[in-house]
């Protein structure tokens, strides 16, 4: 008698429910571009979605309690001069976000608490280096202030966000950089390259520790890292099929498991959550959303369910778990973006009949805080994210669940460096040497968001906006100068004209007259003769 022994797993009912359209975003124009990004970021904050935008690139920022129809003239997040190709929000600093374009240059930027009441277009940071498009951009999990960032130029820089100087500048690519992922501590890096290698590097000296064929189709792959270790990626075979595979560090040429899922042509983005080690496989126009877990026994990569709608999707950002909420058992949420202008919120949940905390959906999960400076960093020194329990430590924001150091330490204090404006103008050396000693704490109450420790009764805050009142006003007034030397030049023009015209109406009369009073004397002369010969004819006629 043989029967059939079903995997025992937490995770085998979790299911995908789509919220109703008035709790989702409505009338968002997705960025049209070709390039393979998700188009959107989400954190416990804030959602950021790349939109179309005339005269360059832009994205738009929402809080998550602005639901339902957006207006077409939100405001917007439009430094770029090209179209936004990436966007990513700072694991440490749930206000600061930063963006790669087109135009070749990184910006980093600062979100205001309850979003942009007119569109920003001052970064805190530029960070210039690469010479063509810059499409990927990736935060340090545990490092504060380090951020990668890859272009079509095929070079990888790490940089120090709050000095703006480059750590590391990785150049062996020989193609375009299609993905690129830390590991848990971030002492490793893997990336995916169109030469269709995987390679992992040493990302302090860019020097590559191993490296071997991806996947051997000619489409774009994506590789990234599982909290223990392994490597999960994504591409195609020869035959355009889309494949999965895992693959150990140290033997990256013969993967665990390599599965073939189906022909679509869609690039395949994996979401992964280290909590639950569950990954999401979302497909670029794909309308499903398959989820698997990984396991330490075969076959490794166990496949759960498939979360199907009606709609393609056009990109898809994942919620960390610390935006979840773990009163309905709630273990993901993702913010689909469909090609009709929606983002539809899908909610991940594991049915359980109690109300009480689940703590084996749980675990320690990702803070806010950051485990070490950049500098420590840099200097060799690794330390894995900090960790907290939603348990001790949650409170009730708009539906979901955020620590509540979140809501009191989310000040720019400990990002200083990032987010102070006069340190980017100074020089680098300066900047970091004086917001890591003695402006340290003046910086975090002058960039306190609630402006609560004010320096001569006016704080940086203040400052930074009466400045850009009076640039607005300065531009205000050089464009009504313009306007009024244009409409003076116009007046002289139709004066001239006008002068011209009655020259022209006076010559013409007066010659007019001439003529007249020529004709008057020849016709008054010829009286003359005629009443002269008259005269004559009279006398003679009297003389005979």
């Known amino acids: 008698m043989s029967f059939r022994v079903v995997r025992s797993s937490k995770f085998r009912h979790v299911y995908g429910q789509a919220l109703k359209r008035e709790q989702c975003y409505d009338n968002i124009r997705v960025s049209k571009s070709s390039w393979d990004s998700t188009f959107c970021a989400v954190n416990p904050k804030f959602l950021a979605i790349i939109v179309e935008s005339a005269g360059g690139g832009a994205f738009i920022v929402l809080p998550h309690s602005k639901v339902g129809r957006i207006a077409a003239d939100h405001p917007l997040v439009g430094g770029h001069k090209g179209p936004v190709l990436d966007i990513a929000w700072c694991p440490h600093n749930d206000n600061v976000i930063a963006s790669g374009s087109e135009d070749c240059v990184v910006k980093v930027w600062q979100i205001p608490d309850g979003g942009l009441s007119r569109t920003l277009t001052e970064p805190v940071v530029d960070l210039v280096f690469h010479q063509r498009r810059v499409g990927l951009v990736v935060w340090h999990p545990s490092a504060l202030n380090v951020l990668l960032t890859a272009g079509s130029d095929n070079q990888v820089v790490i940089w120090n966000v709050g000095t703006g100087e480059i750590l590391v500048h990785i150049d062996s690519h020989p193609d375009i950089v299609y993905s690129a992922c830390f590991n848990w501590d971030g002492s490793k890096l893997v990336t995916t390259c169109k030469d269709k290698k995987i390679r992992i590097y040493d990302p302090r000296t860019g020097e590559v520790e191993s490296e071997a064929v991806c996947h051997e189709g000619s489409k774009a792959t994506r590789a990234i890292f599982l909290r223990h270790g392994l490597i999960f990626t994504t591409g195609f075979n020869r035959s355009s099929e889309r494949q999965y595979s895992l693959r150990a560090p140290d033997a990256l040429s013969d993967p665990i498991v390599m599965v073939e899922l189906d022909t679509s042509n869609g690039v395949m983005f994996p979401l992964y959550d280290p909590d639950t080690n569950l990954i999401y496989l979302c497909g670029k126009g794909d309308s499903v959303i398959r989820y698997f877990e990984v396991t330490p026994e075969p076959p490794f990569v166990h496949y759960i369910n498939t979360f199907q709608t009606p709609d393609p999707q056009r990109g898809i950002g994942m919620m960390p778990k610390r935006g979840c909420d ?32 689940q703590e084996d959906l749980y675990p320690d999960t990702l803070a806010e805080d950051a485990a070490i400076t950049a500098e420590k960093w840099i200097m060799g020194e690794d330390a894995d994210p900090i960790t907290f329990s939603l348990k001790d430590r949650v409170s009730i924001v708009q539906g979901g669940y955020v620590s509540q150091s979140a809501n009191k330490s989310l000040s720019v204090s400990k990002k200083a460096n990032i987010l102070n404006k006069a340190a980017v103008g100074t020089s680098k050396s300066a900047s970091s040497a004086t917001l890591g000693s003695s402006s340290g704490g003046s910086s975090a109450a002058n960039n306190n968001s609630g402006g609560s420790a004010p320096v001569s009764g006016i704080t940086e805050k203040d400052l930074r906006d009466i400045t850009d009142e009076i640039r607005k006003l300065k531009a205000i007034i050089v464009k009504h100068e313009n306007r009024i030397r244009a409409l003076e030049a116009t007046i002289r023009e139709q004066e001239d004209n006008t ?23 020849n016709s008054t002369k010829e009286d003359a003769n005629g009443s002269a010969g008259t005269t004559s004819a009279a006398t003679a006629s009297d003389d005979v």
Do not use: H, W
């Open 326 to 357: 773990v009163t309905t058992c709630e273990i993901a949420k993702f913010y689909r973006l469909n090609n009709n202008g929606l983002c539809q919120v899908i909610s991940m949940t594991v049915p359980r009949k109690s109300d009480l905390f």
């Open 499 to 521: 002068d011209s015209v009655a020259a022209k109406s006076n010559n013409t009369s007066s010659s007019n007259d001439t003529k007249a009073n020529a004709a008057d004397s």
